[in-house]
C-alpha cells in the first residue's frame, strides 16, 4: 500500500461519513489497513488530514473543471453565477457537506482542521485566479473578492438563505 493507493478509499469514507471528530482508526479501516500504517505513511493524524483534504481539494477541482463551460466567464458576476450553479450540482454536493464539516472544525478550534483548511482555501484561491475572465483588471484582488462572494454565498444556501445570495448576487450586477 501507498499514500496514492489509500487516499481514494480514505476520501471515500469521508465523502460519506463526514469528517468532524475522525480518528485514524475508522480511516485505516475504511483503507483496508491499520492505523499504524496510516502513521507509517502520513507521520500522525494531522499528517493523513492534511493529505486527505488537499486529495480531496484537487479532486473537487477536478470536478469544477469538468463542470464548468471550456470557455472563460465574460466577467466576475458570470463567473459567480456559473461556480455557485456547478457546486450546487448533485455531484459535488458530498465536497460541500464535508467543506461544512471542515469549518466547523476549524472554528471550534480544531488546529489539524485549521491549518489543513487554510492550505485547502489556498489551493481554491489560486484555481479562482487561473479562471478570472480574461480581460479582468484585477484577478488577483478579483479573485479574494469572488472567493469571499462564493463561500458567503455557499453557506447562505447551505443554511436556507440562498434568496440573500441571490439578492447579493443581483447587487453585484448593478
Same mark, same amino acid.
Given at each position: 500500500?501507498?499514500?496514492?493507493?489509500?487516499?481514494?478509499?480514505? &476520501?471515500?469514507?469521508?465523502?460519506?461519513?463526514?469528517?468532524?471528530?475522525?480518528?485514524?482508526?475508522?480511516?485505516?479501516?475504511?483503507?483496508?489497513?491499520?492505523?499504524?500504517?496510516?502513521?507509517?505513511?502520513?507521520?500522525?493524524?494531522?499528517?493523513?488530514?492534511?493529505?486527505?483534504?488537499?486529495?480531496?481539494?484537487?479532486?473537487?477541482?477536478?470536478?469544477?473543471?469538468?463542470?464548468?463551460?471550456?470557455?472563460?466567464?465574460?466577467?466576475?458576476?458570470?463567473?459567480?453565477?456559473?461556480?455557485?450553479?456547478?457546486? &450546487?450540482?448533485?455531484?459535488?454536493?458530498?465536497?460541500?457537506?464535508?467543506?461544512?464539516?471542515?469549518? %466547523?472544525?476549524?472554528?471550534?478550534?480544531?488546529?489539524?482542521?485549521?491549518?489543513?483548511?487554510?492550505?485547502?482555501?489556498?489551493?481554491?484561491?489560486?484555481?479562482?485566479? %487561473?479562471?478570472?475572465?480574461?480581460?479582468?483588471?484585477?484577478?488577483?484582488?478579483? &479573485?479574494?473578492?469572488?472567493?469571499?462572494?462564493?463561500?458567503?454565498?455557499?453557506?447562505?444556501?447551505?443554511?436556507?438563505?440562498?434568496?440573500?445570495?441571490?439578492?447579493?448576487?443581483?447587487?453585484?450586477?448593478?
Amino acid at each position: 500500500m501507498t499514500r496514492e493507493t489509500l487516499l481514494p478509499a480514505m &476520501a471515500a469514507h469521508v465523502l460519506e461519513h463526514g469528517i468532524a471528530g475522525v480518528s485514524l482508526r475508522p480511516l485505516a479501516k475504511a483503507a483496508g489497513t491499520s492505523d499504524r500504517m496510516l502513521i507509517y505513511h502520513f507521520g500522525n493524524r494531522q499528517g493523513a488530514i492534511d493529505a486527505l483534504l488537499d486529495y480531496l481539494a484537487k479532486l473537487y477541482e477536478t470536478g469544477l473543471e469538468a463542470a464548468l463551460p471550456a470557455k472563460r466567464a465574460r466577467n466576475r458576476r458570470e463567473t459567480v453565477r456559473q461556480i455557485l450553479e456547478v457546486t &450546487a450540482a448533485d455531484e459535488l454536493r458530498p465536497f460541500m457537506r464535508l467543506w461544512w464539516d471542515v469549518v %466547523a472544525a476549524a472554528a471550534s478550534g480544531d488546529e489539524t482542521f485549521r491549518k489543513s483548511a487554510a492550505s485547502t482555501m489556498g489551493l481554491l484561491l489560486d484555481w479562482l485566479e %487561473a479562471h478570472m475572465p480574461e480581460d479582468d483588471p484585477d484577478p488577483r484582488g478579483g &479573485a479574494r473578492l469572488l472567493l469571499t462572494f462564493i463561500e458567503g454565498s455557499q453557506m447562505l444556501d447551505a443554511v436556507g438563505r440562498a434568496d440573500i445570495a441571490e439578492a447579493g448576487l443581483a447587487a453585484l450586477e448593478g
